[in-house]
């Protein structure tokens, strides 16, 4: 589908209404973070919900309410304020290959974050380059795991150093920046600019990207999501990933 600029970008403006809405909310994992209204509960639900976001997302939306539910539906009091003996009902936690000692660690490392450096929006602040955010989501694993940590368990956090899309954690990001006037995104992180946000690259998307020529690259990898980003950017340079619903909905549900 070979579109102009100007068809192209009115093509996907139309998508972005049709799906950036509060009814997405109903199918999508960033309902896990909407059952709170705290700053810190959020951005802690929906760093949470966000990393196990793979697979079956029926599945994943029960699994990241079971983790709330194992944090009492308070996650920051939980992070902040746990006993180590509290920490032993998370073990029977699994979603796939995410299991109860990756959780615990989660839960290790976020409260090392809120206790040494003043939670998670400061993290991802410290690092932002002027066009990109990728560097302070390297940045955010090094300090993630500053800590005594499972080996393991670093898989869970994707390192676009490495030439990862880090598809989550730039979900993740787009829920906690970007303000939308539909109440679906927070924009609750003012002190990050919307304009430095990459968009989540998963096979849906990427698939959508290339057949309306946006993406030639064939991979999903850390290269494809820079050849992406600088595209979106020529069609809205102050709010890049507002386009992640547009293709997101045309991938799934309109088999585009």
Known sequence: MKLKKAELKAFLNEKVELYNRPDFIESDPIQIPHQFTRK?????????????????????INNANKMMNLLDHAPYQFITQHQDSDLERLETFVHRTFNGLDFIQFIKSLQHIYAQHQGLEAVFKAHVEKDSIQRSIHEFKNCFFEIPHLKRTQKHISDPLKNSAAKRINMFLRWMV???NTGVDFGIWTSISPAVLSCPLDVHSGNVARKL??????????????????????LDPTDPVKYDFALFGLGVFENF
Not at 40 to 60: H, M, Q, V, Y
Not at 221 to 229: M, N, R, S, V
């Open 213 to 234: 020529g946006l993406l030639k690259r064939k991979q999903n990898d850390g290269k494809a999501l820079a050849e992406l980003d600088k595209t979106l950017r020529k």
């Open 178 to 180: 970007r303000a939308d």
């Open 40 to 60: 810190e509960d959020i951005e802690i639900a929906g760093f949470l919900a966000a990393t196990i976001a793979w697979g079956n997302r029926k599945s994943i």
